[in-house]
């Protein structure tokens, strides 16, 4: 930390000193300034893992609140199955439509060769 204060040409005035991180002295008070800066850090997560830890056991807290009733999220179950059944259906029958083609066209020429590529532009 220290390094890059010095190279950026940091200065903390404070109190009527002005603290040059290159110094000795103002290393060591810009250090003591950082372990003090993660001790306040660490109290304010402690407080905030005690307090969540009350309100729990008092119920306060209970967490986020769904947005839709039971009755929304059984409507929602039913349709997603009913709409996953109906997209089985079509891909099926698209599939059923397709080999039907394929051995119609298959009886009328009389031929067993696969069906050719379709070319494409795309490349």
């Known amino acids: 930390m220290g390094d890059t204060l010095v190279a950026r040409g940091a200065r903390l005035p404070l109190g009527g000193s ?5 110094d000795p002295m103002s290393k060591m ?3 003591m300034l950082a372990v003090f800066a993660e001790f306040e850090a660490d109290l304010l997560k402690m407080r905030t ?7 729990r056991s008092h ?5 986020r609140q769904p947005k839709l009733t039971a009755r929304q999220q059984a409507e929602l179950v039913r349709t997603s199955i009913l ?3 109906s997209l089985r259906f ?3 029958s698209a599939s059923l439509a397709v ?16 069906p050719r590529p379709v070319e494409t532009s795309w490349a």
């Open 29 to 31: 008070f810009f250090n």
């Open 59 to 63: 119920g306060k807290l209970k967490g």
């Open 99 to 114: 080999t039907s083609a394929r051995w119609a066209s298959r009886r009328a020429s009389r031929s067993c060769s696969l």
């Open 18 to 22: 002005v603290y040059d991180p290159a």
């Open 90 to 92: 079509s891909c099926i």
């Open 49 to 55: 893992r005690e307090g969540i830890v009350i309100a």
């Open 83 to 85: 709409w996953s059944m």
